[in-house]
């Protein structure tokens, strides 16, 4: 079969907040020092492959390893919002202790249903999440058909993409794990999807 594209997908450095394990979602967090040095180690590690293009989220932790990655490649940087994280309603910004002790009892029934519970105050699912990111993973895909292209995403963003090209279950989502700046391959094919590398 002849290679569609190759996509290096990769998660975003450490944030700030990161030992509370914050639901940033949409929040605008930056990247700590040790974030920095991730995305600085993955650009040496991808210095010399040969990319068309590169796209991020709009937000501060994706577009700035993206930046750092883009110094060894003269390409396009696209800066796309629906490539942003889950957005978590009322949960923003929100320790993952603090929503155990005040939203129990939805905690609980996420934990149930992970693909279709929205979070209150008009949060999204992660069938939401994936509604969002699939249709622009397809359509970057057909646009840079035939190439090698960089997306630097969100935790959740990753794993929606990686369920789909392992045609898993959402409600499986949670069974990949992304580590801070981590790098995924994928190979795309006419009708199948090759998963070279993950959390890699």
Same mark, same amino acid.
């Given at each position: 079969?002849?290679?569609?594209?190759?996509?290096?997908?990769?998660?975003?450095?450490?944030?700030?907040?990161?030992?509370?394990?914050?639901?940033?979602?949409? =929040?605008?967090?930056?990247? =700590?020092?040790?974030?920095?040095?991730?995305?600085?180690?993955?650009?040496?590690?991808?210095?010399?492959?040969?990319?068309?293009?590169?796209?991020?989220?709009?937000?501060?932790? =994706?577009?700035?390893?993206?930046?750092?990655?883009?110094?060894?490649?003269?390409?396009?940087?696209?800066?796309?919002?629906?490539?942003?994280?889950?957005?978590?309603?009322?949960?923003?910004?929100?320790?993952?202790?603090?929503?155990?002790?005040?939203?129990?009892?939805?905690?609980?029934?996420?934990?149930?249903?992970?693909?279709?519970?929205?979070?209150?105050?008009?949060?999204?699912?992660?069938?939401?999440?994936?509604?969002?990111?699939?249709?622009?993973?397809?359509?970057?895909?057909?646009?840079?058909?035939?190439?090698?292209?960089?997306?630097?995403?969100?935790?959740?963003?990753?794993?929606?993409?990686?369920?789909?090209?392992?045609?898993?279950?959402?409600?499986?989502?949670?069974?990949?794990?992304?580590?801070?700046?981590?790098?995924?391959?994928?190979?795309?094919?006419?009708?199948?999807?090759?998963?070279?590398?993950?959390?890699?």
């Amino acid at each position: 079969m002849e290679r569609r594209n190759r996509l290096y997908l990769v998660r975003h450095g450490q944030v700030v907040g990161h030992d509370g394990y914050q639901a940033n979602g949409h =929040t605008d967090v930056d990247i =700590t020092e040790v974030g920095r040095l991730q995305m600085e180690k993955l650009a040496e590690r991808l210095r010399f492959i040969s990319l068309a293009a590169i796209y991020s989220s709009d937000l501060k932790r =994706t577009r700035l390893g993206a930046q750092i990655i883009a110094k060894y490649h003269d390409v396009k940087h696209h800066i796309l919002e629906d490539l942003r994280e889950m957005f978590f309603g009322d949960w923003e910004g929100m320790p993952l202790k603090e929503i155990g002790g005040r939203f129990p009892e939805e905690l609980e029934e996420r934990q149930k249903d992970m693909a279709g519970f929205r979070p209150p105050g008009n949060g999204e699912s992660m069938r939401d999440l994936a509604e969002r990111v699939i249709p622009c993973l397809q359509k970057i895909l057909e646009q840079e058909k035939g190439r090698e292209i960089l997306i630097v995403a969100h935790g959740g963003v990753n794993r929606v993409i990686l369920c789909h090209a392992l045609k898993l279950d959402l409600n499986n989502v949670f069974h990949i794990h992304q580590n801070y700046g981590c790098l995924n391959i994928i190979d795309y094919f006419q009708d199948a999807a090759l998963v070279r590398l993950m959390n890699g």
